[in-house]
């Protein structure tokens, strides 16, 4: 009932942190759910007196109290105020106050690198939210390292035994940051005779590639590879090249402005970068203003398209930058 | 029958003098285990906002400056979060105080303000927290104020008259 160490993580690292009533209905449906459901599990949704739901490769599944599957809201386990807390409380190892830069940011992340996405009414001062005062759903995003799943790409990413420099596409969901960590991964370990060994460093802002607890990966990214955890990306870019020497510099879900100008810096300093950000293809992500800039220079020797079209993991095409120039010439 | 009365009376007086004994220590002990929270949540102020300890670290920290049994109590709640399978940081807290409230010779309103802490715990913000524990200390300062007025005044009362209603409860029965 798929991959043994990935339910082994959930059962350590998820179902410990769910309040009672939520962790008995999962943990039933995971011995007794559909395989296929189950193995394709992909997020589990807490929101407050709304049913409990299993996001999964098959569609959104509704659960009830005792973990059966079922068709209608009424009759499906909606998880109380108390059990939205509770599960906070346990997530955050009853000291919420150690994670408020991360409630700010209205995450959280989990020993494993299971992501918490959090929702409720928020405490804003100026134009910074000061905190998430009652959390009212949670939204647990369960990390899969698929390892292997980048090895039949690499060699349209590979310029002169090195991964050259890419951009990840793609909409929310689709596998990015599963296939940035196993890029990342070869990159650091080399695939000889394809891909030499870089020295990587990954600039992990929201712990979701390597999944670091006290600053070591709890994934694998390779055994050359420094990870900054909980970094901004634009600091964090900068404090690379200055201080770790890296060939090669990983960093997800890149959004904002510094952020391309930090990566135009990375790769006008000679070191390769690889990188992902939201957007269905490269027209999308052009009219973004933290691309506008970086894409007029197209520092990147590679565009990888991804969707859920067969799934998430799904590379729709890979974009030399000589073809994208071609393509403009005309 | 003279001997018999003799003992009697002794036992008596000695009954009266730890009763008074017993009654004093609860007046002599108030104010140093009230003080003696509010050195542990001045410490724990520190662990949550500077330090930025897990809870359990810290509340176990904030207990190695007491002495028994308010020590307990830290000991106590920190142990029970540090071990899970709780619903929330204030049961623990308030498990922890319920087992250690028989040894404890705080009265009822001291133990409301230390019982309150539970929920406090369960804030999300450093901020909000370490404002309500602040507030906590001042409150407990004034009880402790008024706990050392009550200690100068009935402590050495309390023994004597537990020893001198002992001696005319013996002469009334002799």
Known sequence: MGDPAWLGSIQRDVLPVLAPPVRRAVESWLSTGSRAAVAGLEELR?????????VTCVGDIM??????????PGDAFCPSATDVQVTLQLMTGYSLYTREEE???LFLTLSGGHRVGLAGRTL???DRIRALQHVAALSIRLARAVTGCATGLISSLVVDHILGSTLVLSPPGAGKTTLLRDLARLASNGLPPIL????????????ELAACLNGV???DVGFNTDVLDGCPKAQGIALMLRCLNPQLIVTDEVGRPEDGRAILDAINAGVRVLVSAHGRDLEDIARRPA???LLEHVPFDRFVVMSRRRGPGTVERVTARTELKSRAGR | MLLLKLAGAVLVVGAGAALGHAVSQRYRQRPRELQQFQRALELLVTEISYAVSPLPHALGRAGVGTTYPVREVFSGAASRLASGGLVTAGDGWTAALDAATPALS???ADLEIIRSLGAVFSMPGAREQVRHLELACRRLAQHESAARADESRYARLALQLGVLGALALTIVLL
């Open chain 1, 217 to 219: 990966p709890q994934l």
């Open chain 1, 46 to 54: 807490l929101r407050q007196e709304r049913p409990l739901v299993a």
């Open chain 1, 291 to 293: 691309f506008k800039e």
């Open chain 1, 63 to 72: 659960l009830d109290a005792s973990g059966r599957r079922v068709g209608d």
């Open chain 1, 103 to 105: 409630l700010r940011s």
């Open chain 1, 124 to 126: 804003v001062e100026g």
């Open chain 1, 196 to 207: 030499r060994s870089s020295r990587v460093g990954i600039v992990d802002e929201r712990s």
């Open chain 2, 106 to 108: 705080l009265n009822a």
